[in-house]
Nanobody, 126 residues
């Protein structure tokens, strides 16, 4: 059984930083891409960032590009999201996702991912 466990969320003032972590365990392969999505109240879940195995390729939504950085540990089982210059509109429940197969590019859509974490709340005050 595959599990994804996120951590690192919290309350921060606008302009501050947070670092999210997501640890994957179970019957997985480190070659599978991983990603981050977020969902604000009353809104659909949206893509934030994704990374391929070994971090060779990354992708970001336009709203976070230049402020957020996705990375992956050498073993490939943990993914991080460094969030800088946070804005109130970044407030959301952040989800970690793992694609259930190898793919050469960082996936950007919900349907491309098989496994999901429970989410970690990020709240940015103005």
């Amino acid at each position: 059984q595959v599990q994804l466990v996120e951590s690192g969320g919290g309350l921060v003032q606008a302009g501050g930083s947070l670092r999210l972590s997501c640890a994957a365990s179970g019957r997985i392969f480190s070659t599978w891409p991983m990603g981050w999505f977020r969902q604000a109240p009353g809104q659909e879940r949206e893509f934030v960032a994704a990374i391929t195995y070994s971090g060779g390729q990354t992708a970001y939504s336009d709203s976070v590009k230049g402020r957020f950085t996705i990375s992956r540990d050498n073993a490939g089982n943990t993914v991080y999201l460094q969030m800088n210059s946070l804005k109130p509109e970044d407030t959301a429940l952040y989800y970690c996702a793992l694609r259930g197969s190898w793919y050469p590019n960082p996936p950007r859509t919900l349907g491309e991912y098989t496994y999901w974490g429970q989410g970690t709340q990020v709240t940015v005050s103005s």
